[in-house]
Structures are given as C-alpha cells and as structure tokens.
C-alpha cells in the first residue's frame, strides 16, 4: 500500500532570474506499508510536523512504528523531522544510512540495504547530486516518490530549473516518467494520467 499522507507546498518568487522560495514551504511526505514493515519517503518541514504527526495518527501509526525513513535529498524542506524517528526507524540517503543505535554506514550508492525487497531505491541526481527516487509496485501500477527530481512548475517553465546541472535534471525526469505510471513530487500535486501524459510532452521538449 502507498499513501500521500500531505502534498508539498512551494510558492516561487522570481529575483535576478533565479527564484527563491517563502512560507509555507514543506515537502511532501509518503507513507509505503510493505512486507510488514512502514516506509516514510520524506518527512517535510517543521511547518508540517503536526500534520505528519497526525497523519499517522489517523492510520494508527505512531513515530516508532515507522521502521524506516527515506530522504529523497538532504534539503531541510524534505528532512526535517528525520529527528522524530530517531532511534526507532533507519534513515535512508543516496549515499549511506542511520540505524536505530545512530551508527552510520556509508557506502557506494544504493549498495547494502536493508528495505524490504519490494522498494527499489533510484537514483536520479541533477537538482542536488545525490537525489533517490523510490520505486514501488502497487495495483498493477509503477508510483515512483520523485522528491525534487520532478517539478511541474519547472516541466512547464513557469520558474528556471533549480540546478547547476541541467541536462543531468532533466535526464532524471525523463527516466522518472519513463518508468512511472504515477508520479509522487516532493512539491505539488500528484501526476498520473492525462497530466502525466501533457507533462510528458512538455518534457520532451526541454
């Protein structure tokens, strides 16, 4: 089962051809149940922790039942309240991850996990370089939690792609939506369907 327990919000402003963000800025967070065992794919900002609390809460869920934490990037936006599952849950990043005792394992990327089997991590740099996307098989469908690697804003270019690398972003997009049937952002709603397939065209053109 996957759930979107919250959209991410993200309002833009633009300042010398870059923009910047204002209040209320948070991600989205994602809830995976699997294999017996709760995945967080994001767990936003401090301006969402009580509605992350109380999304769990209403799925009769507290912090220590979530047995694993999955930060697409490490912006504060996106992990903030990794801290809440601190000591119960392993936090997952591109490079490494945390386990319940705070003993860190880093290593090559996505080498020696301990997810269950039926979550894949991907990686797709570009808007930092060590972005993961999570892959998840549910209903006949590929959800794919993108974090910042996919902005609808961005797909349509309503605000300049935030990277330093921008073909990398973008070819990070593309294999997102390649392989996905619905697509999770950290930021905005949810994309399947015919916005998926409108989304896709305007990608193609980037």
């Not at 301006?47 to 869920?61: M, S």
Request: charged residues 20%; hydrophobic residues 35%; glycine residues 10%.
């Amino acid at each position: 089962m996957i759930q979107v327990l919250f959209e991410g919000t993200h309002q833009n402003h633009q300042h010398d051809g870059r923009y910047y963000s204002i209040d209320p800025l948070g991600s989205s967070s994602t809830l995976i149940q699997t294999e017996g065992q709760n995945i967080l794919f994001d767990t936003s900002s401090l301006v969402n922790q009580e509605q992350l609390l109380a999304a769990l809460k209403e799925r009769e869920l507290g912090v220590a039942d979530i047995d694993h934490v999955v930060c697409s990037h490490y912006h504060f936006d996106h992990t903030f309240n990794n801290g809440l599952f601190g000591g119960t849950a392993k936090i997952h990043t591109g490079h490494a991850f945390i386990g319940q005792d705070g003993s860190g394992h880093i290593f090559p990327p996505l080498e020696v996990r301990e997810l269950p089997s039926t979550v894949e991590l991907m990686l797709t740099p570009g808007h930092t370089l060590t972005d993961v996307s999570l892959v998840y098989e549910w209903e006949n469908q590929t959800w794919i939690c993108a974090g910042d690697a996919v902005r609808e804003d961005l797909i349509r270019g309503e605000n300049p792609l935030s990277t330093k690398d921008p073909e990398q972003l973008i070819a990070s997009m593309k294999l997102i939506f390649e392989r996905g049937d619905v697509i999770i952002p950290g930021h905005g709603r949810v994309i399947s369907g015919a916005l998926k397939d409108e989304l896709e065209k305007l990608l193609k053109s980037l």
